[in-house]
């Protein structure tokens, strides 16, 4: 094993070539410990891919290239017309073939840091619902467990963390017993880290021994689950299609036996869930079709005259938001992460605000963004996907994520939004919901997906019990 010392040397002559010699500019005042960390941190970097990328996305904004031809892309509706009723049927019972065969896994990016929620842990760790408070992570579970209960096999469980927040999310599912799962049956493996740039293309140091490292975005999964093993333990346990889903939203049907039967009928390579925007310049992706390739386009880049577009019957032309909903052949995240695969994610660049030091070696926070991280995005696979699907459903029944501390998108949001969907479900089941003046559920409700994963599913659960009576200002869960 190298030495302190050599490896030092190894590191001034590389990080010379890299004009990045600033980052060893406190080396004799660390002791052998942090030396250590900071060549740790060092080793984590792609310092050729870096040298690239710093000339083209951090020194200068790299050009955004909004092609002439964009076009809605095709997409597949929530409910099926007459046409479709077929086709849906046999998806379903095609995606509950291939979940009782086990070739279907679960899998969740939770590698983020959470910074607009400002909650002091991973955010899978956050007490969302509305009468259990219990938390993101152990909705999912119980979502697998409402899966096996219902369809008679529970699907592996893949969880990406960061370095940033691992070790907590391992001892958080230790402390709770993996919410009733098995500890082998949970996968956890880190996503790659990038360091954050100054403008003029150093590297930044968050401390005097430690590189501000953050996550690569969640477009980093691709290369994490094959780099972590994670594509080998798929295969090794006969898995060949991934349930994407992002650790923020508690709504997501973690399995979905008809998007995955609609993707494997259609011999999709990556497939993606759309709910209808609820206007024009809503924060969201704009599934499109560029140049025959359906494609995500972030909200800001979509030209106004085209987020403002009406058909001829009025309704809006660009109306497919992107939930962040994905099914992947694990065949296609091989293909796309293979050695020396032709394509590659593009990179983005975000400006930010990151602690850095400064010479004196004291740690400065930026009221203002102060450096560039680069990230990638799970999106872009889509065009690079042999016939990507995209299936629309409702937004109240699926997608409420925690984003913010307060306001849109927020903890106040995501509960009002799981009450509201409880009260539609027992509605629908014959149980009548007292409501307020304001229209709102007049109790907290709670339904967890171990109890029932959808309305026929609590259908068949309520048969089962006594009538139910929901009583004003009483809450009531079914779990
Ligand atoms: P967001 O884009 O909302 O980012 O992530 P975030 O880091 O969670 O939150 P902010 O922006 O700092 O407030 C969407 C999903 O992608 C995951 C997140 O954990 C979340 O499930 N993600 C994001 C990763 O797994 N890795 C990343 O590098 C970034």
Redesign the pocket.
Known sequence: MATLSDRYADWTQKLSRHHQTHLLRFWTELTDGERAQLLDDLDQVDFELCASLIETHVRQRPTVHIPEHIEPPPSYPAEPGPDRADLYNRARRTGEEALRAGRVAAFT?????????GFDGP?GAFSISPVRNATLFQLFAEGLLGVERRYGRRPRWYI?T?PVNHAQTTAFFADHRYFGLRADEVVFFQ?GQMPAFLPDGRMALAERHRLALS????G??LRALRERGALDDMRAHGIDTISYF???NPLVRTIDPLFIGLHLLTGSEMSSKAVTKAFDTEKVGNFCLVDGRVTVIEYSDLPESLATARNADGSRRFDAGSI?IHVLSRSFVERLTAPGARVQLPWHRAEKKVPTVDDAGRVAEPTAPNAVKL?LFVFDAIPLAERPLVLFTRREEEFSPV?NAEGVDSPATTRRDLVRRAARWLEACGVPVPRGVDGEPAAPLEISPAFALDVEDLRARLATMPPLKVEPGRPLLLA
Not at 215 to 218: A, L, Q, R
Request: glycine residues 20%.
């Open positions: 990016v939770a590698g983020g840091q959470g910074t607009r929620l955010k990406m960061s996503q996550p690569d975005g969640h980093g999964s992002q650790v923020d962040a990230e984003k």
